[in-house]
């Protein structure tokens, strides 16, 4: 009861206290804290630091065996021949049987639940021919991603020189495996897998104290420590927290629930803007009506701390030149929010009916008063 009350004191102090992101910090050697949504950093330390990426890797393995299964390259119900590489490899293993074939959805598992390193060649020989062109094709694809501090030389995170990673990549990387394949993300939020009669539990201990946490992998060798991808989704906001260097799996949870816990303590997305809400009203030349609804084009979303929403501001910029015949949908001009610290949001303002161009007579007329008395 003692830690639930002041789980809550602390939580309360977060919401109600306005602060400087670099005033909270966390116990890594780095780490990186985000919306997956907008790709935004929230907090950071040693964000585009070198480190080696351990289990992190078999994100990025998952990634691409997605990317086959959304290309219809591969199913659920493709089986896929377990080499004697695979099968002899060492570390964290799926126990899969050298010569045996082995479902694709029961790989997906054991590569995200059981972290098999067996798995991962698998996948690998499958899609590149060999772990090590497979190597080569996932460096390109976390190169497309951004994620430009990634070098990867195996699909399991083995320790080999030169197979790195840096927090911010993995951040990038979490948040294309959120964004690019919802329909997948419940995978790493499965608790146990059972295979060959051995069932071995998640080594995410976040997904069993019902903390809101669905994912999505962890990574540990002796050089690199232990590091945590968590990512969770309260009232509907959605974070990641990476969190890589730490000195146990204890210390790994906990400050990577620390990391979003603050992000849920202090950040909210706000509807700026409603689709098709009245902004404001616009003149409109020749037509048959003076003006015109200019309404929002989209809802406008924007992640914000408390104190940037209480500080936003909006400016509304029509177009120069209103005029008829206009569409519904026309864009007509933009409003403008602005809050400290982040970079400008812009919505379209698009004409919020039909309006149809005066008669001939009647134009003529509105040309000649507007060139007398402009």
Not at 196 to 223: A, C, W, Y
Not at 276 to 290: F, L, W
Request: net charge negative; aromatic share 8%.
């Amino acid at each position: 009861m003692f830690k639930k009350a002041l789980l809550a004191t602390a939580c309360a102090a977060v919401i109600a206290t306005p602060f400087a992101a670099n005033a909270f910090e966390l116990k890594a050697e780095a780490y990186a804290v985000g919306d997956p949504a907008s790709g935004r950093l929230l907090l950071k330390h040693n964000s585009e630091t070198i480190l080696q990426p351990a289990s992190l890797t078999k994100m990025m393995t998952l990634y691409m065996l997605f990317s086959a299964l959304d290309r219809g390259e591969l199913t659920m119900d493709s089986e896929i021949l377990v080499s004697e590489k695979a099968w002899r490899k060492g570390g964290s293993k799926m126990f899969i049987e050298v010569g045996k074939m082995v479902k694709v959805e029961d790989l997906i598992k054991g590569i995200a639940v059981s972290s098999g390193n067996d798995a991962c060649i698998v996948v690998a020989e499958r899609l590149g021919g060999t772990e090590e062109a497979f190597a080569q094709m996932m460096t390109a694809k976390a190169h497309e991603l951004g994620m430009n501090d990634t070098n990867f030389l195996n699909a399991s995170g083995w320790p080999m020189e030169g197979h790195v990673t840096s927090a911010h990549d993995m951040f990038r990387l979490a948040s294309a495996l959120i964004n690019d394949f919802p329909e997948y993300y419940h995978f790493f939020g499965v608790r146990s897998f059972t295979y060959s009669g051995i069932t071995q539990p998640n080594r995410n201990g976040l997904l069993r104290r019902n903390v809101g946490v669905d994912g999505i992998k962890t990574g540990h060798t002796e050089e690199s420590g232990y590091h945590l991808v968590a990512s969770g989704e309260r009232d509907g906001e959605r974070f990641v927290s990476v969190i890589l260097g730490t000195d146990s799996m204890k210390a790994r949870e906990s400050e990577a629930l620390k990391g979003l816990s603050w992000a849920w303590g202090r950040y909210k997305t706000y509807d700026v803007t409603t689709e098709g809400e009245r902004v404001t009203d616009a003149e409109v030349q020749y037509g048959a009506k003076e003006s015109v609804a200019a309404v929002a084009a989209e809802t406008g979303k924007w992640l914000l701390s408390f104190d940037q929403k209480q500080e936003m501001q909006q400016e509304i910029k029509l177009n120069e030149t209103i005029e008829a015949p206009l569409k519904k949908g026309d864009k007509i001009g933009v409003v403008v929010f602005t809050t400290k610290d982040l970079a400008p949001k812009t919505v379209d303002l698009v004409a919020g009916e039909d309006i149809a161009e005066k008669d001939f007579f009647a134009k003529m007329l509105e040309k000649a008063k507007r060139s007398l008395f402009n």
